[in-house]
């Protein structure tokens, strides 16, 4: 059995638009996923749109105090940027209020909270203004980044500008499966790009109100990605390197470099626009970028990216293709989900970053295992005996304990999203958590069987 150091943290990331609901309360505008939701509501596993959450804004007392019974000393949530400012730019009071006593709430209870500023919510005036794809967006972000800074600068102790930067350029922009539903390779770099300028201008906000003393030292600002490293098959190409170069390049090196370096990696932005692809640099970027380095990494982790040498290298619609996907013959699925699971990928990950980046710390912000009809696993007393859930977070946690031994800077774990919550278009299909939400009996929470190993492993550090 492997243990964790004992300064090692355990607790629970999730994100505003995923739990609060309330979406139209308290002066909160509407966001992207309230403007898909209302024009297309079949787009959503049972018709379920972004409206309710798991219901946080009502019972975050609640779910405070539980994840507190389970052992965790942290949870990372997300602000809205639709709830904590109008159309104006100005400070909505009624949602500064919400995040206040949340906050507060948190602070009585002594656990801390991560607070990260964008989690896929774009507000929709600011979609129809032209969204990442425009410079006024990423202005308007830092704006909002400022503000947040301001309002919550002396109650939260560590920031994040953006959790999953990548998945926005990717899901809305290239592959087209999420609203706008746009498959441009061209729109997805710019959208790409912008991105890391509103990292960098919010990065280089937080700093300059660290000087004025608004924020205090120690106070903490990262980004978080989803990393995985790019594997291959057994015996590559040359092509199949130069799928996963380009693969490793957009998704992990390009935010990478961004947060050590504070600039882009340049054989990336050079392949991209040779393709015809290019990012919109402008005079001054440059300044703008160097600001991007942060003090911490977090590292989400579900399953690992096979890919080799595409077949064809421009698709129908003309688009640059890097990589195909890769097979692996030995691998195990998460059939609810999809998504492989290959628990070394934490650890190989883990190491490159301790190799590549050795200054830099992280810790595992988001890993998790989401579970369809998980009816069917309850005992006679109505508990959802989650064993595969167990053997999930078990064996990427020892994968985890094997990276610190040998170097990595790995401080702590995060698991998605310990209480079951809201998954996007997958709305309440795949069941994350520890603890049950029953949606047909007024959302009440449950622990499940895994909620008992997760105290003992998150209280005595040691992967039982
Ligand atoms: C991550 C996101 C989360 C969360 C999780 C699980 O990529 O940061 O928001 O949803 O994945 O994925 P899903 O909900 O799609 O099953």
Not at 2 to 29: C, H, I, M, V, W
Not at 201 to 210: S, W
Not at 298 to 323: H, L, M, W
Not at 346 to 362: A, R
């Amino acid at each position: 059995m492997r243990k964790l150091p004992d300064n090692f943290f355990f607790g629970a990331a999730f994100s505003g638009p995923q739990t609060e609901g309330a979406y139209k309360l308290d002066g909160k505008l509407e966001n992207i996923w309230d403007t898909w939701s209302d024009q297309d509501i079949g787009a959503f596993y049972n018709k379920v749109g972004s409206y309710v959450g798991n219901d946080f804004y009502h019972r975050y007392e609640e779910d405070i105090l539980l994840l507190k019974s389970l052992g965790l000393t942290s949870f990372r949530t997300s602000i809205q940027w639709s709830r904590l400012l109008d159309q104006d730019g100005k400070i909505n009071p009624q949602g500064a209020a919400f995040y206040h006593k949340m906050l507060a709430f948190a602070k009585e209870q002594g656990m801390d909270v991560f607070m990260n500023l964008y989690h896929f919510d774009m507000p929709t005036y600011l979609f129809r203004r032209g969204g990442w794809e425009s410079r006024e967006v990423v202005e308007a972000y830092a704006h909002y980044a400022h503000e947040a800074f301001k309002e919550f600068g002396s109650e939260v102790k560590y920031w994040f500008t953006f959790n999953e930067p990548i998945v926005e350029p990717e899901q809305r922009y290239r592959d087209g499966v999420w609203y706008p539903f746009v498959k441009d390779i061209k729109r997805s770099v710019v959208t790409q790009y912008h991105i890391a300028l509103a990292h960098s201008l919010a990065v280089g906000e937080f700093r300059k109100l660290q000087n004025e003393g608004v924020i205090a030292p120690d106070v903490k600002i990262g980004l978080i990605n989803c990393f995985a490293p790019p594997y291959t098959k057994e015996n590559p190409s040359p092509e199949d390197l130069e799928a996963v170069r380009m693969e490793d390049g957009l998704h992990n090196r390009w935010w990478l470099d961004l947060v050590t370096k504070g600039c882009l990696p340049q054989d990336v932005l050079d392949t991209l626009a040779k393709k015809g692809a290019p990012a919109p640099i402008r005079p001054g970027d440059e300044g703008i970028l160097a600001q991007g380095k942060v003090d911490w990494l977090g590292f989400n982790y579900y399953q690992p990216k096979r890919v080799q040498a595409p077949k064809k290298t421009v698709d129908e619609n003309g688009n640059p293709i890097f990589s195909d996907p890769y097979i692996w013959p030995e691998r195990k699925i998460n059939k609810s989900r999809g998504w492989e699971i290959y628990p070394k990928g934490i650890y190989d990950f883990g190491i490159k970053l301790k190799e590549d980046y050795p200054d830099l710390t992280f810790f595992i912000s988001e890993n998790g295992m989401g579970v369809e009809n998980e009816d069917a696993f309850r005992d006679e007393n109505g508990v959802i005996q989650d064993d595969y859930r167990i053997e999930f977070v078990r064996d990427h946690l020892n994968w985890v304990a094997k990276a610190i031994d040998e170097g990595a800077k790995c401080v702590g774990y995060h698991y998605w999203a310990v209480i079951d919550n809201w998954s996007w278009s997958n709305a309440f299909k795949n069941r994350y958590g520890f603890i049950e939400v029953r949606l047909q009996d007024g959302y009440n929470r449950r622990l499940k069987k895994s909620a008992e190993w997760l105290k003992k492993v998150a209280t005595t550090k040691e992967i039982v």
